[in-house]
C-alpha cells in the first residue's frame, strides 16, 4: 500500500513553454499532498502543501504564479510550471499523506524537468 | 525557523560493517523519519517514530527518538551494496510540516 506515482519522469523543454505533472496516490487517498524541489547532492526543498478542494499554501520564495498547483481530488495533484527557464531544471518530488492517523508522507518517484 | 543537523555527510564502509548516522536540532520534534532515497527516484520511507525514547527496528535497520526530542538516530546492521544511497531524516515540526535534514550518502564496497 501507500503508492505514489508520478507521470512524466522525465521532462525536456524549450524556455517559455509550461510543463504540467501530475501525481496521484495509487491506493488510498490523500488529504494533503505536497510538492517538493531537490537539486543535485541537496536535500528536498518543499514548495507548497496542497488539501484536496483548497488552495495551496506557498512556502516563502515561491512563486506562486509561477508554480500553479491544482489539487481537484483525492487522488490527483498537478503541479505546472508555467513559462519555464532554464533555472527551473530540477527535480521535482511530490508526497501524499492522508493513509494513516500518523499522516505519513509517501514520495513520488519524482519528475526530471530539463529546460532548454 | 527550525533546523536539522544530519551527520556524517558522506560514508565509505566495506560490506558487512555497521553503519550509524544521526541528526539533531535545537527544537524539539514530534516526529522523526528516516526515508533512503536513491538516484533518480523519491525518497522511501523507512522507519518512522512517534515517542521520545522510542526504539524502532525495521529488518537490519534500526532507529532510535531521543529522550530530548532534539535528535535521532539510524543503525544499518551488517551492510550490504544495496544499502547504497542517501538517507534522509526528517522531523515534524510544531507547524505539521516536514523538515529534512541535508543526508548522509552511503557507499558500500563489496
Known amino acids: 500500500g501507500a503508492v505514489v506515482s508520478q507521470h512524466p519522469s522525465r521532462v525536456i523543454c524549450k524556455s517559455g513553454t509550461s510543463v504540467k505533472i501530475e501525481c496521484r496516490s495509487l491506493?488510498?487517498?490523500?488529504?494533503?499532498m505536497f510538492w517538493y524541489r531537490q537539486f543535485p547532492k541537496q536535500s528536498l526543498m518543499l514548495m507548497a502543501t496542497s488539501n484536496e478542494g483548497s488552495k495551496a499554501t506557498y512556502e516563502q520564495g515561491v512563486e506562486k504564479d509561477k508554480f500553479l498547483i491544482n489539487h481537484a481530488s483525492l487522488t490527483l495533484s498537478t503541479l505546472t510550471v508555467t513559462s519555464a527557464h532554464p533555472e527551473d531544471s530540477s527535480f521535482y518530488i511530490c508526497?501524499?499523506?492522508?493513509?494513516?492517523?500518523?499522516?505519513?508522507?509517501?514520495f513520488g518517484p519524482g519528475t526530471r524537468l530539463t529546460v532548454l | 525557523g527550525q533546523q536539522l543537523n544530519q551527520s556524517p555527510q558522506s560514508m565509505f564502509i566495506q560490506e558487512g560493517e555497521d553503519v550509524s548516522m544521526n541528526c539533531t536540532s535545537s527544537?524539539?520534534?514530534?516526529?522523526w523519519l528516516w526515508y533512503k532515497q536513491d538516484p533518480g527516484e523519491g525518497p522511501v520511507l523507512l522507519i518512522a517514530?512517534?515517542?521520545?525514547?522510542e526504539l524502532t527496528s525495521n529488518g537490519r535497520l534500526t532507529a532510535q527518538f531521543g529522550i530530548t526530542r532534539k535528535d535521532s538516530f539510524l543503525n544499518i546492521s551488517a551492510s550490504i551494496p544495496s544499502d547504497v544511497g542517501i538517507y534522509f531524516c526528517?522531523?515534524?515540526?510544531?507547524?505539521?510540516?516536514?523538515?529534512f535534514g541535508k543526508g548522509t550518502k552511503l557507499s558500500v564496497k563489496p
Open positions: 527544537s524539539i520534534f514530534n516526529t
Open positions: 508526497s501524499a499523506s492522508g493513509i494513516s492517523s500518523y499522516n505519513e508522507q509517501f
Open positions: 491506493d488510498f487517498q490523500a488529504t494533503t
Open positions: 526528517a522531523g515534524r515540526g510544531s507547524q505539521g510540516n516536514l523538515i
Open positions: 517514530l512517534y515517542k521520545a525514547g
